[in-house]
């Protein structure tokens, strides 16, 4: 099955918890507090992969979590890192995070950092200062990044197979490479895009089947929608035209509904070297079909071939490969969406609504994050987690806002009462 968009959802493993330690033995006349760091959550990354082609296996599994990372120990042992997971995907993959292209993958062994683990928290040991030896403070782990992240496939092949539906495309990629595409004598046989690699003469090129090109594609109509976007980064068009005719049209007209639909789609498509081919030469009366089509199209080098036979392929195989060595009329980078430049913008250090429900929401990175890394069952550490919060003005905007002794107040997961300190 051939997959080539898909949405998952990706958590970035969370660090571990710091560790309160204190060395107690017996001999030892300076003791204190040796508890140590928890270890970082592991990061996500995906990777370009050569032998992969679609983005099947990642249809069954919408939800990708890194592991944690580990407790920190006594004795000031750090706590192990969360590995990293490495997602392999085909090459060709545009990467999109939260709604906003993030990256294109597009070399072998490129591996690309969508979301981050978390760091671990701070053991017991890294509080210790002049004036106070002993804390009994430890951070909990950081929490990883989370992305929702859409992934598209665009095949990247050499030359690209247009045409109607019965053009013969499949026909003639099984006869100029391994690929085994389905071929029958109906319409819309082909429902997915196939690959073949073609040896010619020592010259080796990929070549990509597009199906389902109809009149009105751009538009979404038949399949073409679907798949135009995997032409958008081919070398060469080959447009093949069955010389019978299809739809009740002679194959000159079929042969404008192709040209139409490629420049609606995208006006770059039109530039690329363009290799025409009438196919199905082995049938009666196409002799009459080709010489009525050559009288519109005079100028332009045209191609007569049997893909079901083999006649004429050699030929077309060469013109291909020639094209295939010409510069590329047009810039490249203009048919790949351009990565935003990320824009960074200043924002205050938290901020306070109120909800339908009366209670304050504070938000704001700095002060989730300390809340989600605060363990609330230590003393000390709540007394810190509330004397930052005082430094940050949290207090003074609640009053403003018109929180009263008793008011919730929620930030993060955690729900709170708000009482002014004296």
């Known amino acids: 099955m051939f997959i080539d968009k898909v949405s998952i959802f990706l958590a970035g493993g969370r660090g571990g918890d710091g560790c309160i330690s204190f060395r107690r033995e017996k001999y030892v006349p300076y003791g204190g507090p040796n508890g140590g760091n928890g270890g970082k959550g592991g990061d996500i990354y995906f990777e370009g992969d050569l032998h992969k082609t679609t983005l099947l296996d990642l249809s069954y599994k919408p939800k990708f979590n890194a592991p944690n990372g580990k407790q920190g120990l006594s004795s000031n042992k750090f706590g192990g890192y969360g590995k990293d997971l490495i997602i392999k995907i085909p090459l060709g993959t545009l990467i999109f995070k939260n709604d906003e292209l993030f990256a294109d993958i597009k070399i072998v ?223 490249p980078e203009e048919e790949i969406e351009i990565i935003p430049i990320k824009k960074y913008v200043y924002e205050p250090e938290f901020k306070v609504n109120i909800d339908k429900n009366g209670i304050f929401v504070v938000t704001g990175t700095k002060v989730e994050k300390l809340t989600e890394m605060t363990k609330f069952g230590e003393n000390e550490a709540l007394r810190r987690y509330q004397n930052i919060l005082k430094k940050m003005g949290l207090e003074i905007e609640l009053e403003k806002m018109g929180a009263k002794h008793g008011d919730a107040v929620r930030i993060a997961d955690f729900k709170f009462t708000f009482e002014k300190a004296s």
Not at 319 to 330: S, V, W
């Open 109 to 331: 062994g490129e591996r690309i950092l969508v979301v981050k683990g978390g760091r671990g928290g701070r053991g017991n040991a890294s509080f210790k200062t002049g004036k106070h030896t002993a804390p009994r403070i430890a951070e909990k782990g950081e929490p990883g990044e989370t992305a929702e992240v859409n992934l598209e496939l665009r095949l990247i092949a050499d030359v690209g197979f247009v045409g109607l539906p019965n053009a013969g495309k499949s026909t003639l990629l099984s006869q100029i490479s391994a690929a085994k595409p389905k071929i029958a004598d109906y319409p819309f046989t082909t429902l997915t895009p196939s690959l073949g690699v073609v040896n010619y003469n020592g010259k080796h090129f990929v070549a990509a089947d597009i199906p389902g090109i109809i009149e009105g594609a751009h538009e979404g109509k038949g399949l073409g929608f679907e798949f135009l976007r995997h032409i958008r980064r081919t070398k060469v068009l080959v447009h093949l035209i069955d010389v019978s005719g299809f739809d009740d049209k002679d194959p000159y007209e079929n042969y404008k509904v192709i040209n139409n639909e490629l420049k609606k789609y995208s006006k770059h498509l039109t530039k690329k070297h363009i290799v025409i081919a009438l196919n199905k030469v082995d049938l009666s009366e196409a002799q009459k079909h080709i010489k009525k089509f050559k009288k519109h199209l005079k100028t332009k080098k045209l191609f007569e071939v049997s893909a079901a036979t083999g006649e004429g392929i050699g030929a077309l195989l060469e013109e291909t490969a020639k094209m295939l060595e010409k510069p590329i009329p047009f810039n």
